[in-house]
DNA sequence: TGAACATATGAATAATCGTTCATATGAAGA
DNA sequence: TCTTCATATGAACGATTATTCATATGTTCA
């Protein structure tokens, strides 16, 4: 009588989310994986800027600015307002703020 | 008498964060932006898995899911146990969850 | 309408990154 | 100690991406 093989807790079936799920969380991560968005976001935490002021502040040029601010848009993390010749951006909702809160507490508490 | 440039809010002086933190923020996020990174993640969301079992759930090489297993340890996002000839890998702690589960939110609740 | 200004876009380049294949390490059992 | 098995490592290739430079779009004001 052949034995069964021994169950072991790793072998539970397992299942993994919807692929399009862990696309999308992996293209919103990635989003906030470059230094030169995380401080752009840093940046409007406390209200609207220019893409002028924002390129001053970072200390880049101002395509380079656009370009991000453009990535920030498409992923929802950022909107403008145009006031005559210029557009104010701004964090388009606080989630911006608690998934740089949730990666900050990983860093600091352990 | 000269006059005043109005002041306008986004000119406010801001400072951003010291470069190390971005820097380490970046990199953190960076870990999760890769979709197979992801899944691991969410397979050891039920418990600690074999490398072996990781690479047969997500029908890749063994080889691929050793070098992100890397990647994730280096971030202390996974730790691994040995027992016998195979390593059981886990979720070191609490904030993998909740920096997906951050990043989930802005994804639905919009 | 035309000049001036703020921002956006496109092409090109350099750097980073994930996967694969081949092979090395290291533990277990005979 | 030798073989087997699970995992790790290294080099190489292909793909993705951030920045730059040049230029286009679009708004304001004379």
Redesign the interface.
């Known amino acids: 009588m052949p034995r069964e093989k021994k169950i072991q ?4 079936k ?1 299942e ?2 919807p692929e399009e ?15 030169t968005r ?2 752009i976001m ?2 409007l935490y ?5 893409v002028m ?1 924002i390129s001053e ?2 200390g880049m040029t101002q395509p380079a600015i656009s370009h991000q601010l453009k990535t920030l848009k498409a992923a ?2 950022v909107a403008g307002r145009r006031q005559g010749k210029t557009i ?1 951006y701004y964090l388009s ?1 606080e ?1 911006v703020k ?10 600091t ?2």
Do not use: C
């Open positions: 807790p790793q072998e539970t397992r993994l989310p799920l862990l696309q999308d969380l992996g293209d919103l991560f990635k989003v906030f994986g470059d230094t995380i401080r840093y940046a406390e209200g609207e800027m220019s002021a502040l970072l929802n993390l104010f909702d989630h608690s998934i740089i809160a949730a990666g900050y507490e990983h860093l508490e352990e």
